[in-house]
C-alpha cells in the first residue's frame, strides 16, 4: 500500500510537471507567433473592471482603518482633555457633579461611535472585499485552462495534418525491413500503422474535448460573476459612506448637547467668580492705541466733553452746604476771623475773592453775629480731601475720587478694563498727563484692588462716559 501510494504521487508530480512543461511551450509559441491564442475581448474588459474594483476597495480599507485609528486618537486625547478638567474644577465649585456626568456621557459616546463604525462600515468592508480573493484565483486557473485548450486544439490539429503525410507512409514500404517482408505481413504492418495514428488522433481529440469542456465551464461562471460583482461596488459605496455619515451625524449631535450642557455650567461658575474672570485678547497694534474714542453707552448717552468732565466729578453743592443754607465751619473755626485767617484770605489773590462767600442772612438779623467764612477754590474742587485720601494706605497710589459703571463694557484692548453694570472703580492718574486720551480715565476696580492689591496688574483705563461719580 505505502508503495502504491508512493506511485500515485509521484505520477501525480509527474503529470503536473508534463502540464506545466507543455504550458509553458505553448505560450512561447505563442509569444513567437508559431501558435494563434484564443481572445476574449469581453472578458477581458470584465477582467480589468474586476482589477479596478478591486484596487479602490482596498484604497477604501485602508483609509477607512485610518479613519478609525484618527477617531480612536480623539476618543484618548478627548478623554485625557475632560480628565483634565475634571482635576482642576475644584469640589466647592458649582456644577462639579455635571461636569462629572458630562464626562461620562463623553467617554461613553466616543466607545459607542467607534464600535458602531467597526460593525457598520469596518466588518462591511472586509465582507466585500472577502469575495475577491477567491475570484481572483478562479480567473488566475481559467487563463491556465485556457493555455492547455489552445495546447491541446493545436496538438489536434497538427495530427489532422499529418493525416495526409502518414497515409502517404502506409500506402508504400519505406524500409528494406518492409520491403522483404512477405505480403501478409506488410498488410498488419499498415494496419498497425493506421491504428497507432487513428489512436494518437483519438487521444488528442479527446483531450481537446476534455480541456475545452473544463474551460468553457470556468469562463461562462465567471462570465456572469464579474459583470455581476462589478454593478454592486454602486450599492456598497452607498450604504457604506451613508451608515458613516448617519453615525458621524448622530455623534456630533449628542457631542454638541454635551458640550452646550458643559458651557452652561461653565458659564454659571464664571457668574459666581465674575471678580476672578480676566478675558484673553489679541494684542492691539499701535495704531489702536492712539486717539482712543470712547464708546457711547447703550442708552445713548451722549460722550462727555473735558468741561462736562470737570462738572460731572466735582462734589454735590450740598455736600458744602450746612442744613440752614449757609456754609459749615470747621470745628476751630471761631465767631469772627482771627487776623491770621484775614491773612490767608488776602493771599488767595482773585481766585480767593471770588470764591469767598457769605452766609445768607434772614432779614438781616441772624447774618450779623456770623463771621465773614473765606473758602479756598482748591479746598472745595477736593484737591485737599484727594491729596489726603491718595495717602491712605488702603488706597491705591495716586487715589482722586469714585465711580461706579452705570453700563457694561466689552474692553476691546488688553490695557482696557471689562465693566459689569454696578462695578465700582478707583480712579487714579496717568502716569504721562499726555498720554490721556479725551472721555477716559485711569482706575482699577475696587475688588480687584481689595482682593490683591496688584496695582500695576490690575489697573486700567476705560470710558468716562459709562460710569457716574459717587465719592
Known amino acids: 500500500m505505502a508503495e502504491m501510494g508512493k506511485g500515485v504521487t509521484a505520477g501525480k508530480i509527474a503529470s503536473n510537471m508534463q502540464k506545466k512543461l507543455t504550458r509553458a511551450q505553448e505560450k512561447v509559441l505563442q509569444k513567437l507567433g508559431k501558435a494563434d491564442e484564443t481572445k476574449d475581448e469581453q472578458f477581458e474588459q470584465c477582467v480589468q473592471n474586476f482589477n479596478k474594483q478591486l484596487s479602490e476597495g482596498s484604497k477604501l480599507q485602508k483609509d477607512l482603518r485610518t479613519y478609525l485609528t484618527s477617531v480612536k486618537a480623539m ?8 480628565e483634565c478638567l ?17 464626562a461620562e456621557n463623553n467617554e461613553l459616546l466616543w466607545t459607542d461611535f467607534h464600535q458602531k463604525l467597526v460593525d457598520q462600515a469596518l466588518l462591511t468592508m472586509d465582507t466585500y472585499l472577502g469575495q475577491f480573493p477567491d475570484i481572483k484565483s478562479r480567473i488566475a486557473k481559467r487563463g491556465r485552462k485556457l493555455v492547455d485548450y489552445d495546447s491541446a486544439r493545436h496538438h489536434y490539429e497538427s495530427l489532422q495534418t499529418a493525416k495526409k503525410k502518414d497515409e502517404a507512409k502506409i500506402a ?30 483519438n487521444q488528442a481529440e479527446e483531450e481537446l474535448v476534455k480541456a475545452q469542456k473544463v474551460f468553457e465551464e470556468m469562463n461562462i461562471d465567471l462570465q456572469e460573476e464579474l459583470p455581476s460583482l462589478w454593478n454592486s461596488r454602486v450599492g456598497f459605496y452607498v450604504n457604506t459612506f451613508q451608515s ?11 457631542m454638541g448637547k454635551l458640550n452646550q450642557n458643559l458651557n452652561d455650567v461653565l458659564v454659571t461658575l464664571e457668574k459666581e467668580h465674575a471678580t476672578s ?57 471761631s465767631t469772627e476771623a482771627t487776623p491770621a485767617e484775614a491773612d490767608g484770605a488776602g493771599k488767595g489773590g482773585t ?8 452766609p445768607e442772612t434772614d432779614s438781616g438779623s441772624a447774618s450779623s453775629s456770623l463771621p465773614t467764612v473765606v473758602v ?25 475720587f469714585k465711580v461706579q459703571a452705570m453700563h457694561d463694557y466689552a474692553a476691546t484692548d488688553n490695557d482696557e478694563l471689562q465693566l459689569k453694570a454696578g462695578d465700582v472703580v478707583l480712579v487714579t492718574p496717568f502716569e504721562n498727563p499726555d498720554e490721556q486720551d479725551e ?15 496688584a496695582f500695576d496688574q490690575c489697573r486700567g483705563v476705560f470710558p468716562e462716559n459709562f460710569t457716574e461719580r459717587v465719592q
Request: aromatic content about 4%; overall charge negative.
Open 277 to 333: 474672570t480676566y478675558p484673553v485678547k489679541a494684542q492691539p497694534s499701535d495704531s489702536t492705541k492712539a486717539n482712543k474714542t470712547p464708546s457711547s453707552p447703550p442708552d445713548g448717552t451722549p460722550i462727555t466733553s473735558p468741561e462736562i468732565k470737570a462738572v460731572n466729578h466735582e462734589p454735590e453743592p450740598s455736600t458744602l452746604e450746612a442744613p440752614g443754607g449757609g456754609i459749615p465751619k470747621s470745628p476751630s473755626q
Open 376 to 400: 479756598d477754590s482748591a479746598t472745595v474742587n477736593g484737591t485737599d480731601e484727594n491729596r489726603a485720601i491718595s495717602e491712605r494706605s488702603d488706597m491705591p497710589p495716586g487715589f482722586l
Open 86 to 102: 475634571q482635576e482642576v474644577y475644584e469640589p466647592e465649585w458649582p456644577g462639579r457633579d455635571d461636569t462629572n456626568k458630562i
Open 439 to 453: 472721555g477716559w480715565l485711569m482706575g482699577v476696580k475696587e475688588t480687584d484692588w481689595l482682593q490683591n492689591k
Open 172 to 201: 508504400k514500404p519505406v524500409s528494406l525491413l518492409e520491403k522483404a517482408a512477405p505480403q501478409w505481413c506488410q498488410g498488419k504492418l499498415q494496419a498497425h500503422l493506421v491504428a497507432q495514428t487513428n489512436l494518437l488522433r
Open 351 to 358: 481766585a480767593g475773592a471770588e470764591a469767598a462767600t457769605k
Open 75 to 82: 476618543h484618548e486625547a478627548s478623554k485625557r482633555l475632560t
Open 244 to 254: 458613516i455619515a448617519g453615525l458621524e451625524e448622530n455623534f456630533h449631535k449628542e
